[in-house]
């Protein structure tokens, strides 16, 4: 349907054109009756915590085009617990860096919480990233000679938050990670189990609107991966959005939908909770 007849209005007289009205009237309904104007809005701006939109990203080897992600589209909404899972080289590290706002994409568009991340500049990109995501990675990327709480409270001092309430939340976040006795331990006072869970406080002490985590449990043993894995299911439950990228079936499994990518394609989107 052309935009003027989505538009003609019931009010000719002859017969043909109230025909063609009220066929505009019926299709004008089912949108609820918003102005064409609002149609064209409420179509671009996703209504999704991430839209990911034909997605490609190339890189530059001296004469050669590496196409690390080739038209890679889906949704999150808010309260999801997903992972992204692929071997060695299928694009996972490229995507997390462009679901974290750590990058853009050479084409297509990413929204996240309905702003359109793909098209921001560096200064813009990281206030976004700040906002939005709690980083958690394989090797904790703590401060060595930083107590946990100061380790917590590190986002907040970027945020700009005074030492009060800073100190007050930080300790929130640790007693939320059942970490309440170790607040003045340094990371080499910690197991390995202990220092991710001070990393999980730290992205979450902010109340980012995604905890992305790449290869969360990929430093730890099988015990402490499962209580870390479990601890990502119980914030899971509490209301936050979860994405953990890893190339281990074990973890992924634990998530409640895994998209699997192959060679910058997704391969497979499913729900399995
Ligand atoms: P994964 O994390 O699944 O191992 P990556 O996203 O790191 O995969 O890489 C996907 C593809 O893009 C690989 O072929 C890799 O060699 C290439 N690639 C990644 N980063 C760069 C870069 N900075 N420059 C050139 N090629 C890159």
Request: charged letters at 25%.
């Amino acid at each position: 349907m052309s935009d003027s007849t989505l538009l003609a209005a019931p009010v000719a007289s002859d017969d043909s054109m109230i025909e063609q009205g009220e066929q505009a009237g019926a299709s004008l309904s089912s949108a609820a009756g918003l102005g064409h104007a609002e149609l064209l809005v409420r179509d671009a701006v996703p209504a999704s915590l991430i839209s990911m939109r034909n997605i490609w990203k190339t890189y530059q080897m001296g004469s050669e085009q590496v196409h690390a992600l080739r038209g890679v589209a889906f949704d999150v909404q808010k309260g999801e617990y997903l992972a992204i899972i692929g071997p060695s080289g299928s694009g996972k590290s490229t995507l997390m860096n462009l679901i974290g706002c750590l990058d853009t994409p050479s084409q297509g568009e990413y929204w996240i919480n309905g702003k359109l991340v793909s098209a921001m500049e560096d200064d813009e990109l990281a206030r976004i990233r700040n906002m939005e995501v709690g980083f958690v990675f394989q090797t904790f990327n703590l401060l060595a000679r930083a107590t946990s709480l100061h380790n917590v409270e590190l986002p907040l001092i970027y945020a700009g938050i005074g030492s009060a309430e800073r100190h007050e939340k930080a300790e929130r976040a640790l007693a939320a990670v059942d970490l309440a006795d170790r607040m003045t331990h340094r990371p080499n006072e910690l197991s390995g189990g202990q220092r991710q869970r001070v990393a999980i406080a730290r992205a979450l002490v902010n109340h980012p609107s995604i905890l992305l985590a790449d290869e969360p449990t990929g430093a730890l043993d099988t015990k402490t991966s499962h209580e870390i894995m479990m601890l990502f299911e119980r914030l899971h439950a509490e209301g936050n959005t979860i994405i953990v990228v890893t190339h281990e079936p074990d973890i992924a499994k634990r998530a409640h939908r895994v998209i699997s990518i192959r060679d910058g394609e997704i391969d497979k989107d499913e729900r399995i909770k």
